[in-house]
């Protein structure tokens, strides 16, 4: 158990509203990410952190922006979701080397 | 070219086969490799790193072939619970970033 939660589990909105979901760990990892999972796209690089204040932009990050003031929460915020954002989103941390470890997931639906 | 593809199967085989997966990757100068099981509406969970060696744990064994550019995922005497899709995951050289394939899904038969 790397020690990752993320919240919401389960989230509806409509089109056009902000969104946030939030990713806590517990162990203090330099390195933090969020993905999406479409069927048929697997497993896509929103964006990653590689420490406070410091985050950059992975393959599909258009529509999406970042934060992490604190080593262990990293926020990724939708400024107006739209339909095409509605997917199945994962954090992951990197501990010590190169591999990753996923949180549970945050389902989004956008109307 | 995609970066890194894997077979999306399904891969249907009775218990006690002996299934492999395949997995290409683009980028020659690609340093670390994994394997993931993901089950249905979970999270991706680390399965094997795949070393320069071949790795083994249990009724799993990964390779890798540089020349090839493609690591392999082996599952002997295969059981019901290893029923899950398989993911395969590469990283550059440098980079914490893991490039993954789309999976491939396995279904083993009773």
């Known amino acids: 158990d790397a020690g990752i939660t993320q919240s919401p589990r389960h989230k509806v909105t409509e089109t056009g509203t902000p969104v946030t979901l939030r990713c806590h760990q517990t162990?203090?990892?330099?390195?933090m990410y969020w993905y999406r999972q479409d069927p048929g796209h697997g497993l896509r690089l929103i964006h990653y952190s590689y420490g406070v204040k410091d985050t950059d932009k992975g393959e599909v990050s258009d529509g999406y922006s970042v934060s992490r003031s604190k080593t262990e929460d990293f926020l990724l915020t939708l400024e107006s979701a739209t339909s095409s954002q509605t997917s199945v989103y994962f954090c992951?941390?990197?501990?010590?080397?190169?591999?990753?470890?996923f949180g549970p997931g945050t389902r989004l639906t956008v109307l | 070219r995609k970066e890194v593809e894997q077979d999306p199967g399904p891969f249907n085989v009775p218990e006690g086969a002996t299934v492999a997966f395949n997995c290409t990757y683009s980028?020659?100068?690609?340093?670390?490799f994994f394997w993931y099981r993901q089950d249905c509406r979970k999270e991706p969970k680390l399965l094997m790193s795949?070393?320069?060696s071949g790795n083994e744990d249990g009724r799993f064994t990964a390779q890798l072939n540089r020349a090839s550019q493609y690591i392999s995922l082996l599952i002997r005497d295969s059981k019901l619970s290893d029923s899950a899709t398989y993911l395969c995951?590469?990283?550059?050289?440098?980079?914490?970033?893991?490039?993954f394939g789309k999976g491939t899904k396995l279904s083993v038969i009773p």
């Open positions: 995951a590469v990283a550059g050289a440098g980079s914490y970033q893991l490039t």
């Open positions: 980028n020659s100068a690609s340093q670390s």
């Open positions: 162990e203090n990892h330099r390195y």
């Open positions: 992951a941390i990197s501990v010590g080397g190169y591999e990753q470890f």
């Open positions: 795949v070393y320069s």
